[in-house]
């Protein structure tokens, strides 16, 4: 399998979490933003990473979207398993990716680049690196007004999320879930910044716990 994706995109990073928890081998190619569409649409008829391509399947299968990646992922390799087998937690599991993927990991990245671009700015000076970080803030209409009603957002989000990981390990069930994976990827932008690595101690060593169950490298600002 080949996964095409961005690599600081921390939608990219909740595959590669699910791919590794399975236990499954594949490849990366990772796309320069803008450009991807050239190499995007041919494919999916869209230009949002992360893709996957099976290229075992005789028609070179692409699997759009990190979330339709997890139900391609437990279908092709039930175990490990991904769901939960209860129909009530399922659902649950499902409702809660749905809000970390809707609310919260757009609220990381709203935060995360907004730091990026003003304290953060020396932790890649480069022009590269400073090109993306100004495409992307365009690209989301990022700027102090939007990031601080991100960050809002994310006070709510993150004691609740470390308090569940706290007490029980896990954010459903009795098990490792699509709810404990989305939640490891989009948050872990958040380790570089002082405030929430100190602010939320308890919940990035469960981060790194679970990118050590899924044998990923730690994000940065946990390696």
């Known amino acids: 399998m080949h996964l095409l994706q961005f690599s600081t995109s921390h939608y990219c990073r909740k595959a590669r979490l699910a791919l590794g928890y399975k236990g499954l081998s594949y490849t990366i190619e990772n796309l320069t933003p ?3 569409a050239l190499k995007l649409k041919p494919l999916t008829h869209q230009t949002t990473v992360p893709v996957l391509l099976d290229k075992r399947n005789p028609s070179s299968i692409a699997i759009a979207d990190s979330s339709q990646i997890f139900v391609y992922l437990e279908q092709l390799s039930p175990h490990p398993a991904l769901f939960p087998e209860d129909c009530a937690d399922r659902d649950r599991a499902l409702q809660l990716e749905d809000w970390l ?10 935060v995360y680049y907004q730091y990026r671009a003003t304290e953060g700015k020396a ?4 022009l590269l690196s400073l090109a993306i ?10 700027d102090d007004a ?5 960050a809002s957002r ?10 569940t990981w706290t007490t029980q390990s896990f954010l459903i069930g009795h098990g490792l879930t699509i709810a404990d994976l989305t939640a490891a990827a989009l948050l872990s932008p ?3 910044l002082p405030c929430y690595r100190n602010g939320y101690p308890a919940l990035f ?3 790194a716990e679970i990118h050590h169950l899924c044998h990923e490298p730690l994000p940065p600002g946990l390696a």
């Open 123 to 126: 932790i890649d000076p480069s």
């Open 101 to 110: 993927d809707e609310s919260i990991g757009t609220a990381t990245r709203f």
């Open 205 to 207: 060593e469960r981060i």
């Open 146 to 150: 939007t990031a601080k009603r991100a």
């Open 190 to 192: 958040l380790a570089l």
């Open 133 to 142: 970080i100004a495409i992307v803030r365009r690209q989301y209409g990022i």
């Open 154 to 163: 994310l006070e709510f989000a993150l004691p609740w999320i470390e308090r």
């Open 34 to 36: 803008g450009l991807h």
